[in-house]
């Protein structure tokens, strides 16, 4: 089981800070997408470069252009990089190979995608890691990462399963129970007045539920 704290739309320093302040708690740093439209790859090579224990995920969200992409997370030091679904077979298939070039993995961002044959066929080009994912403006919509998202990935047999979209303390087991092993937790924490204790507790619900 591991937390990835999503960092998203704020600044680099804040993204230092609030890894600072909850790095006991969390194991997978996400650079997200917003910070790397922001800063670009540097953003990635500042978080990995000081939090070196941690593994950091670049939140590519890779559609097109899958070789490029991925090689520059993982030349920025990323151990994770991500690729949409929906992306075309071709640029999955890039970001597998080189993923495997570097010794690091691709994150399947299955935002977007509706049918579990289309999951049954990322899967047969190699990916073995994927993320159930319900995004912000689905999220406005009062949408959560609930059981209906888990039929996506049915059957698969040796994958990892991320979930992401709006967890919180409260909605954490019942995800770990539906057998998430990555809890991607952004706002809960980094929206929140007292990320640390946000953290804590996000971590200690996850402990009594395992236990
Ligand atoms: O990946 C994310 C989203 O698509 C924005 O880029 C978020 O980092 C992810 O959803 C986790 O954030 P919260 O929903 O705030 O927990």
């Not at 935002?111 to 190699?126: C, D, M, P, S």
């Not at 994958?159 to 998430?180: F, M, Y």
Request: include cysteine.
């Amino acid at each position: 089981m591991k937390i990835q704290l999503a960092l998203d739309r704020m600044a680099i320093e804040d993204c230092i800070q609030l890894v600072e302040t909850t790095e006991k708690y969390i194991q997978w740093i996400e650079v997200g997408t917003g910070v790397i439209k922001e800063y670009g790859m540097a953003a990635v090579r500042e978080l990995s470069t000081r939090f070196q224990g941690k593994t950091i995920v670049a939140d590519m969200k890779t559609c097109d252009a899958g070789k490029h992409e991925s090689m520059q997370a993982f030349e920025s030091g990323a151990t994770i990089t991500t690729v949409m679904g929906f992306a075309p077979n071709a640029t999955i298939k890039q970001c597998l190979e080189v993923a495997t070039e570097y010794g690091g993995e691709v994150m399947i961002d299955l935002l977007g995608v509706e049918t579990a044959n289309r999951v049954k066929k990322i899967y047969e080009l190699g990916a073995r890691l994927f993320c159930l994912h319900v995004g912000k403006d689905m999220q406005q919509n009062g949408e959560l990462v609930s059981s209906s998202l888990f039929k996506l990935v049915e059957g698969l047999e040796g994958i990892r399963i991320a979930a992401a979209g709006g967890i919180t303390e409260k909605t954490v087991s019942d995800l770990l129970v539906a057998g998430v092993e990555i809890l991607i937790v952004g706002s809960f924490i980094t929206g929140s007045t007292e990320p640390e204790a946000n953290a804590k507790l996000f971590s200690d619900v996850i402990k009594e539920t395992i236990i």
